[in-house]
Antibody
Framework: EVHLLESGGDLEQPGGSLRLSCVASEFTFNDYAMSWVRRAPGKGLEWVSSISGTGGSKNYADSVKGRFSISRDNSKNTLYLQMNSLRAEDTAVYYC???????????????WGRGTLVTVSS | QSVLTQPPSASETPGQRVTISCSGSGSNIGSNNVNWYQQLPGTAPKLLIYSSTRRPSGVPDRFSGSKSGTSASLAISGLQSEDEADYYCATWEDSLNGWVFGGGTKLTVL
């Protein structure tokens, strides 16, 4: 069974930085695009960023472009999200999600992790 | 404001049928498949319908999806109390080069 385990969520001050990780198991990691999706308190799901299986293609939501950076280490089966210049509106549960294709946007999110909570507050 | 428009809430009694709509435009639903996700309280989202009409293995056939033009719908028949959840449509948005979600529909089984 596919397993995705996020970590790195924490309480951080506005303007600070955090790095989220997602360790994947039970599938060939480099064969699939991966994404981060978040859900803020009282709000719905919001796509944050995606990366292709090779890592050569990356996409970002306008709300995080220039502040967040997605990456992956296929040798470690791990997805990352570097979050800089954090704002209060970035407060959310961040989910790691596997796409059902190598390229971004070609399919759907077939597996999700349980999420990690990021709180941005002074 | 979400790119995809869903009703914020829906309700129906057990055993009945409910439909949740998802409205978009030519650059998203009009040119791409729609996927539906179910998020039970306190849990991670789960894929419910993919490629507009297909069900992953393990999803009961009470759940069905359809798409026409720039709109899509999720139908749930034989409602059960465990179907109480938030439901989201999602698709690829060509103009943004990214995924977009509907605002979500909170389903209450009365």
């Amino acid at each position: 069974e596919v397993h995705l385990l996020e970590s790195g969520g924490d309480l951080e001050q506005p303007g600070g930085s955090l790095r989220l990780s997602c360790v994947a198991s039970e599938f060939t990691f480099n064969d699939y695009a991966m994404s981060w999706v978040r859900r803020a308190p009282g709000k719905g799901l919001e796509w944050v960023s995606s990366i292709s299986g090779t890592g050569g293609s990356k996409n970002y939501a306008d709300s995080v472009k220039g502040r967040f950076s997605i990456s992956r280490d296929n040798s470690k089966n791990t997805l990352y999200l570097q979050m800089n210049s954090l704002r209060a509106e970035d407060t959310a549960v961040y989910y790691c999600a596997k796409e059902a294709s190598l390229v971004v946007g070609a399919s759907y999110f077939d597996y999700w992790g349980r999420g990690t909570l990021v709180t941005v507050s002074s | 404001q979400s790119v995809l428009t869903q009703p914020p809430s829906a309700s129906e009694t057990p055993g009945q049928r409910v439909t949740i709509s998802c409205s978009g435009s030519g650059s998203n639903i009009g040119s791409n498949n729609v996927n539906w996700y179910q998020q039970l309280p306190g849990t991670a989202p789960k894929l419910l319908i993919y490629s507009s009409t297909r069900r992953p293995s393990g999803v009961p056939d009470r759940f069905s999806g359809s798409k026409s033009g720039t709109s899509a719908s999720l139908a749930i028949s034989g409602l059960q109390s465990e179907d109480e959840a938030d439901y989201y449509c999602a698709t690829w948005e060509d103009s943004l080069n990214g995924w977009v979600f509907g605002g979500g529909t909170k389903l209450t089984v009365l």
